[in-house]
């Protein structure tokens, strides 16, 4: 792999063990993967924060890294945490509480924006063509696919390592001929709302492994839709981008094509419950992290309803677009529900919490909440999702 | 008594002798070993209940979340590392581990020509892995 001459000062451990030890993960990686050299990136997201998938080990690793006065050299983004300080902060053990806020405090001194979401596209949209290094497969395959930006799947100590450099090992999806479709989908069914494009993602990652698809026969869908599908693209496959295939842009007539039809659909939708209920412990909207239109939506569907009591209903978002939503927050939080700011289901406590059943219109919620949260889900569309909310 | 070398690819550098612990399925550091005994812990795997410390750690790649290369730091924080990994396939989550932890590391490995108890010696500066003594004699 070839370096410059500044990378191989950083390398030889110049500019300090940090530095160094960043550098040769990046190095490795990039051996591993045949890169030829190092790419200059515009941001880096990193997953790895909740403590309750951490554990105690990476709290060692990050501080010894602030420690030694690792700093950031490129706008560095984190992934939600495993609560949020108004709500469910307020219902946690203080040891529990006083270690997810450690990880935090070493992310922050080395300079990370306490950004806490899985969305950080609604934050900073990155420039198309741009490279980044990012982890959190959700936003890896919306960054590639929708913003038109560039990056590999990152794992949490490589997009680290990136922020740290500011540069990722130029392989994989960073290269022009890694990023063109190898087989076509056509999908001969419309689909109906955000939670069948979640489910149309879940039954694609399982087919087509690492292959790029283009899909066709989707119409014009809203980004949130496509939010859903790439996060659950993400769950069950290695893919890391789609295409739309809108008319001629992409060269298709020698791949390989699969039909999606609805009855594939329907079948994966029914799957990812694994029980039907009508009064579930927890209604989740928010995986991935809210846009501010949704936020918006939810709030007018919400206006004069009440939550029943025996229901939690959690909007969960990042604390930037919980501040933009701030009228429709109140409309929410007065019905009943409550907007949680930087913390992810998935990874939050909810066991803790007494949560064994959730009903969700995230499909990737859906997939990971039996092993993850140890809970029954039942997955449904927004607006079924709010009525049973409402009436329990 | 086996006499071998065998050749592989340097990851991290380094040189040990020790024994060998060898499994034939994949190892995910999150959740498959646990960081404050060095104990396999992953059910149906192999090599469940035996202790990495001290060991070359002999598996054919990593799997699972990447919060798994901090489990090789946490480890060798402790004086529960194995001594060193060997890999048939390295993936980015071992890799990464083993950079953080400071583990002498080699791939591209033939592990099914180790046995769990030789004596091993790991050249993680030439890529060579010798075959002392048999575990076994």
Redesign the interface.
């Given at each position: 792999m070839y370096l410059t001459k500044e990378e191989e000062r950083t390398y030889d451990g110049e500019r300090g063990w940090t530095d160094q030890?960043c550098m040769?993960?990046l190095v490795?990686?990039g051996e591993?993967f045949n890169a030829a050299k190092l790419v200059r990136i515009s941001s880096a997201h990193v997953?790895?924060v909740s403590y309750k998938?951490?554990?105690?080990?990476?709290a060692?690793?990050l501080e010894t890294l602030a420690n030694a006065g690792g700093k950031v050299r490129v706008r560095a983004t984190l992934n939600p945490q495993s609560f949020d300080s108004e709500y469910l902060g307020r219902r946690l053990e203080q040891s529990l509480r006083e270690k997810q806020l450690n990880v935090l405090k070493q992310f922050a001194r080395m300079g990370f924006t306490e950004s806490l979401t899985c969305t950080p596209y609604y934050l900073r949209k990155p420039k198309r063509g741009s490279h980044l290094a990012w982890?959190e497969s959700s936003a890896v395959v919306y960054a590639n696919s929708v913003v038109g930006a560039w990056t590999n799947r990152e794992?949490?100590?490589?997009a680290l390592?990136a922020a740290i450099i500011g540069k990722t090992p130029d392989y994989g999806i960073h290269k022009p001929e890694n990023r063109l479709p190898k087989i076509l989908v056509n999908v001969s069914t419309s689909l109906r709302n955000e939670s069948e494009f979640g489910a149309l993602g879940i039954h694609l990652g399982r087919l087509l492994k690492d292959e790029i698809p283009a899909i066709q026969g989707l119409g014009n869908t809203p980004e949130t839709c496509l939010k859903q599908l790439s996060a659950a693209l993400a769950s069950t496959g290695m893919v890391n981008m789609f295409h739309l295939n809108k008319g001629a842009q992409t060269k298709t007539e020698r791949l390989e094509k699969i039909n999606v039809e609805t009855k594939d659909v329907r079948k994966t939708v029914e799957s990812l419950s694994t029980r039907e209920q009508s009064e579930p412990d927890l209604v989740f909207i928010g995986c991935p992290h809210c846009s501010l239109g949704e936020i918006k939506e939810i709030a007018l569907l919400m206006k004069d309803k009440k939550v029943n009591e025996k229901t939690e209903f959690w909007v969960c978002t990042s604390q930037c677009i919980k501040e933009k939503a701030r009228e429709y927050v109140a409309q929410i939080e007065k019905s009943g529900g409550h907007v949680l700011a930087g913390v992810c289901t998935i990874v939050s406590w909810t066991e803790k919490l007494g949560i064994r059943t959730i009903m969700t219109n995230s499909a990737k919620t859906a997939y990971y909440a039996p092993t993850m949260n140890k809970a029954e889900v039942t997955f449904k569309p927004l607006k079924e999702c709010l009525a049973t909310a409402i009436r329990g | 008594m086996r006499n071998k070398t065998l050749k592989g690819r340097v990851?991290?550098e380094g040189h040990c002798k020790a024994k060998a612990l060898v499994s034939a399925k994949p190892i995910s550091f999150l959740g498959g070993v646990d960081?404050a005994t060095g104990k396999i812990v992953e059910k149906d795997h192999d090599l469940c209940g035996e202790s990495v410390k001290g060991k070359i750690l002999c598996f054919p790649h990593g799997h699972g979340?990447?919060?798994g290369?901090?489990?090789l730091?946490?480890l060798s924080?402790r004086h529960l590392a194995p001594k060193a990994i060997i890999n048939q396939t390295?993936d980015?989550?071992v890799?990464?581990g083993a950079?953080?932890a400071d583990i002498p590391m080699i791939d591209q490995v033939d592990i099914s020509l180790i046995k769990t108890g030789d004596l091993i010696e790991v050249d993680a500066k030439k890529g060579v892995v010798r075959i002392l003594t048999d575990g076994e004699s």
């Open positions: 030890t040769k993960i490795r990686l591993l997953s790895g998938t951490l554990g105690d080990a990476p060692e690793f982890a794992g949490g100590p490589s390592a | 990851i991290v960081p979340s990447t919060v290369s901090y489990v730091y946490s924080k390295a980015p989550v890799v990464v950079i953080i």
